[in-house]
């Protein structure tokens, strides 16, 4: 019986190996017969009229506009730097605006924040880690936010920020 089935099965498989291609060559010398049709030529570039600045009792807009007043004002540099030498934490490889709090824990009188990253992985923090792209250092932990102060680039130094994240789901 298997050996029945093997031969009308090979039987089948034989009828639909037909080298008989007609209908094909014929589509292709139908197509080929066809008269080329033309490529539309580009359009004619368009003629833009120059235009001379004459600046007159006005402003050269190439040039720098420096106000002596202005110069006086410049932000003086605190001396706050980021400590470049220290070790980064991993969390600080991260935008503070991709990373959730999700809960706090306490261990031994010490409280910790959790943090949730962009990849759902959870990180547990306290006060005196750092995390953001910004120098941030934790200041406070408290149930619904963790506090934070950044150092950010202001004139020719840093300048200190607050910032924080709040409780998932807590505005």
């Known amino acids: ?75 003086a540099d605190s001396g ?14 991260m935008p503070l605006d991709s990373l959730r709090m999700v809960g706090t824990l306490e261990q031994d009188g010490k409280t910790w924040a959790l943090v949730k990253d962009k990849d759902g992985i959870i990180h547990r923090v306290t006060v005196g880690n750092h995390m953001g792209q910004n120098y941030g250092r934790i200041i406070d932990i408290s149930e619904d936010r963790i506090k934070l102060v950044e150092l950010v680039r202001s004139g020719s130094g840093y300048k200190e920020r607050e910032a924080e994240i709040s409780l998932a789901g807590v505005e």
């Open 1 to 75: 019986m298997r050996w029945l089935a093997v031969f009308v099965l090979a039987g089948l498989l034989a009828g639909c190996a037909s080298r008989d291609m007609s209908d094909l060559e014929e589509f292709v010398r139908e197509v080929k017969a066809r008269p080329p049709s033309g490529i539309s030529p580009p359009p004619e570039p368009v003629e833009v009229e120059t235009f001379v600045y004459v600046p007159g009792d006005r402003r050269d807009p190439f040039t720098p506009d420096t106000n002596p007043e202005e110069e006086a004002e410049t932000v």
């Open 80 to 93: 706050i730097r980021p400590d470049l030498n220290r070790r980064k934490e991993e969390l600080e490889f």
